[in-house]
């Protein structure tokens, strides 16, 4: 996860060196657009590298339950910078709609500096899918999203120089405004995952009917209730009560109550689960 965090400010790094200087030589308000984004990107990477290293630090005796939700507070901060800079950008990108200006010179190396970001781009997004199938990172996976989407960008704005040279200059302050409302787009999805990692959301109802299902394929197991859930960084909670024969001796319940333990963090690894065992009569049970 830390080299993946490395690999991803390093990469940030050397596209914006490469897109200031395309945007010096071709005064492209598109590639302007791509360069706010990966400025961004870089400010994303730092956060998250920061709020990586604080969210692996084991639980002390200040925080019983880990320090997982430096991730959710970092995405807040990525969240507002980024709403900031998209609405710099658009009004930029208005002022050079209603004020079209030619391109300078330099388009191929433009569409060169492009097709190098997505080449970049591309390799760091494979290697973060390597990281993401070892360790299930959400930071990882938000920050490869990102970048999934910069591919898309990239390959946007080489069709926005293209059609600016041979066709009308204004396509150029039009991709770009595109691009700032899906930097809008994207800070808003930030913000709304942080706010449910802050407010202890539930985990999605397909997570909590696998755990439902789990508890019940256990033929001990008569039911059971008060299913709570949340998750925090890399760590999931779940609470639950199963319904167990009141017969059962403490050392058989608290036996069942592992078994359904371990099946659980099979299925959702990182996982600490705490089960309380209710004691029913089997006659009771409708």
């Known amino acids: 996860m830390r080299w993946a965090t490395y690999a991803s400010v390093g990469t940030a790094v050397v596209l914006i060196i490469v897109k200031v200087i395309a945007w010096l030589v071709t005064d492209s308000v598109s590639i302007l657009a791509t360069l706010i984004d ?17 969210a692996l630090q084991p639980a002390d005796h200040e925080h019983r339950f880990g320090h997982g ?43 060169g500096v492009m097709i190098f970001s997505m080449i970049a ?10 990281v993401i199938k070892r360790t299930q990172s959400t930071a990882i996976k938000a920050d490869a999203l990102h970048y999934k989407t910069d591919l898309l960008v ?64 256990h033929p001990h197991a008569q039911g059971l209730h008060d299913l709570r859930t949340r998750r925090s960084g890399m760590t999931t909670f779940i609470q639950l009560h199963v319904e167990l024969d009141e017969q059962l001796t403490l050392r058989d319940a608290h036996h069942i109550a592992d078994e359904i333990e371990k099946e659980i963090m099979q299925l959702l690894p990182n996982t600490e689960v705490i089960i309380h065992e209710d004691p029913v009569i089997l006659g009771e049970i409708d």
């Open 69 to 111: 939700k430096a991730e959710a507070l970092a995405g807040m901060g990525q969240a507002l910078f980024i709403a900031g800079s998209a609405g710099l950008l658009l009004l930029q990108a208005a002022g050079r709609l209603i004020r079209p200006q030619s391109l300078g010179e330099g388009l191929q190396l433009g569409i």
């Open 38 to 54: 990966s400025s961004l990107d870089l400010l994303a990477s730092m956060l998250n590298l920061v709020a990586v290293r604080h």
């Open 154 to 217: 990239n390959g946007s704005v080489i069709i926005a120089l293209l059609l600016s040279v041979y066709g009308w200059v204004g396509f150029d302050p039009i991709f770009a405004l595109a691009i700032a409302a899906f930097i809008l787009y994207s800070a808003w999805h930030i913000v709304r995952e942080a706010i449910d990692s802050l407010m202890d959301h539930e985990l999605p109802d397909e997570e909590r009917d696998y755990i439902e299902q789990i508890v019940m394929h």
């Open 121 to 130: 781009t591309l390799l760091l997004v494979l290697f973060q899918q390597y």
